[in-house]
């Protein structure tokens, strides 16, 4: 009997049911889920699309860092799995968002931002023009020190945010 098309990539990728699996964090605060009866302790999450997609093809390691499976959606998690895994995707990927941008200049060919952020005030140093990226109108920094720095759309900025952003990309 062939396999659907569905089958085979629930096979192929090792999808796990997400509607099943348990989770927790334990006493140590580290994450402890259970997929078809089997508990996992220290448990890590990775976004395969933390770009792209950051709810979508979860990966779940063991505390060996080996792969239990993937969890091809959040949304069809319980509610509580949800909530618990996207608080700690969002804790281990956090990319503060830039609302403003105050002033842009170089010192020799180094970039620097004077910018607000939703985390507060912040002065991005970058190592060249190669750490900022333009996804359509979504724009990711990285500065000297591999820190992540996000505009989600750069037209939603203030006029002058706007004009600064629009130079350089």
């Given amino acids: 009997m062939a396999l659907t098309q569905r089958e085979h990539l629930i ?6 049911p997400a509607h099943e699996i348990q989770a ?24 395969s699309f933390p770009l792209s997609d950051e709810r ?3 990966v779940l390691l063991d505390s060996e860092g080996e792969e239990i499976g993937i969890i091809e959606s959040l949304d069809a998690c319980h509610p509580e799995v949800q909530q618990l895994f996207t608080q700690l995707l969002n804790d281990t990927y956090l990319v503060p968002v830039v609302t403003k941008i105050n002033s842009l200049s170089y010192a020799g ?3 620097i931002w004077d910018v607000e952020t939703d985390r ?7 190592r060249s023009r190669r750490d900022l990226t333009a996804i359509g109108t979504r724009i990711l920094f990285r500065d ?12 939603k900025l203030d006029l002058r945010s706007r004009r600064i952003v629009e130079q350089e990309i």
Avoid: C, H, W
């Fill in 11 to 16: 096979s192929e990728l090792n999808l796990l």
């Fill in 24 to 47: 927790r964090l334990n006493p140590m605060k580290e994450l402890e889920v259970t997929v078809n009866g089997q508990v996992y302790e220290n448990v890590r999450l990775v976004r």
């Fill in 56 to 58: 979508r093809f979860i």
């Fill in 109 to 111: 060919l180094v970039p």
């Fill in 120 to 126: 507060g005030p912040r002065r991005i140093e970058m």
């Fill in 144 to 155: 000297a020190d591999g820190n992540r720095y996000q505009i989600p759309d750069y037209t």
